[in-house]
C-alpha cells in the first residue's frame, strides 16, 4: 500500500465522539418536593389536656423535624410514695380557658427565647396510676443546647403559672396539693370584682377553704365600699 493510499484511508475512517448524557428536562434547577417541604415547615405549637393516657412516642413523634438534630423531653410521672406514705394514683384538674392562654404564652416566651421548631406540651387530667405519664414536654431545635433550655424553662414556668390542682390517693386517704411554686399560692391578697379576670382569680384561689374564705371576704369588703 502506498503512502497516499494509507493517507486516504485515514480521512476516510469515520470518527465517533462520546455522546452526552441525555438531560433530564429542569431536573438540575428545580429542587425536589422533600426539599421544599423542608424549606415550607411551619413551626408549630401543640397544646393538649387530655383524660387519655399519654404515649411518649407519639408526643415526640410531633415535634422531630428533617431541619432539626435534636428532639428534648421532659416526662413528669407518678410516684409511688409521698413523705411516707404509699400512693396508689394522682387525680388532676385543670381550669381549661386559663391553663390553655397560659401554656400559649410559655410557648410564645420559649420562641423569643431561643430558635426551636416545633414545641409539644400534653397533660392529663383525671386519675394517673403509678408510673404513668401526667405531663411530657417535648421541644425539637436544630442544636441541643436551646431544645434542652425550653424544655427546663417550659415545666418550670407550667408549675408556676398554670392553674392544675393535684389529688393524692393514698391507701386509706387522699389530700389535695396546692402547687407551692403557683403565684397564687404565696399571696394571701384576694381578687377584686373591679379587677380584670375576677372569675378566673376566684376559682384560682377558692380551690382550698381558706382560699374560699378570702374570696368571700373580698366581695363583701368591696359591696360595704360601693
Known amino acids: 500500500m502506498s503512502s ?10 469515520e ?12 431536573s438540575a434547577f428545580e429542587p425536589s418536593r ?17 383524660a387519655e393516657k399519654l404515649s411518649v412516642d407519639e408526643v415526640s413523634q410531633l415535634v422531630i423535624s428533617p431541619l432539626c438534630g435534636a428532639v428534648s423531653l421532659f416526662v413528669g410521672t407518678t410516684r409511688n410514695n409521698f413523705e411516707g406514705k ?21 410557648c410564645s416566651d420559649i420562641r423569643q427565647k431561643w430558635p426551636v421548631k416545633h414545641i409539644a406540651v ?4 383525671g386519675l394517673v396510676p403509678v408510673s404513668e405519664a401526667s405531663i411530657i414536654i ?28 393535684k389529688k393524692e390517693i393514698y391507701e386509706e386517704s387522699s389530700s389535695w396539693k396546692e402547687n407551692k411554686e403557683c ?15 375576677f372569675e378566673e382569680q376566684c376559682f384560682l384561689q377558692s380551690q382550698n377553704f381558706e382560699g374560699s374564705l378570702r ?5 363583701l369588703w368591696s359591696l360595704l365600699e360601693t
Request: with cysteine.
Open 4 to 13: 497516499l493510499e494509507i493517507s486516504s484511508s485515514c480521512f476516510n475512517r
Open 183 to 197: 403565684f397564687w399560692a404565696s399571696g394571701d391578697a384576694a381578687p377584686s370584682v373591679h379587677g380584670p379576670h
Open 138 to 165: 417535648a421541644v425539637s431545635s436544630a442544636h441541643r443546647a436551646a431544645s434542652l433550655e425550653a424544655v427546663s424553662y417550659a415545666i418550670d414556668t407550667l408549675k408556676a403559672k398554670v392553674p392544675i390542682w
Open 122 to 125: 400534653f397533660h392529663r387530667l
Open 34 to 50: 422533600k426539599d421544599i417541604e423542608e424549606v415550607d415547615e411551619k413551626s408549630k405549637d401543640v397544646i393538649n389536656f387530655t
Open 86 to 106: 404509699k400512693v396508689i394514683s394522682l387525680e388532676y384538674e385543670a381550669y381549661l380557658p386559663m391553663a390553655k392562654n397560659e401554656v400559649k404564652k410559655i
Open 215 to 219: 374570696v368571700l371576704q373580698n366581695i
Open 15 to 26: 470518527t465517533k465522539l462520546p455522546l452526552s448524557p441525555p438531560l433530564v428536562e429542569d
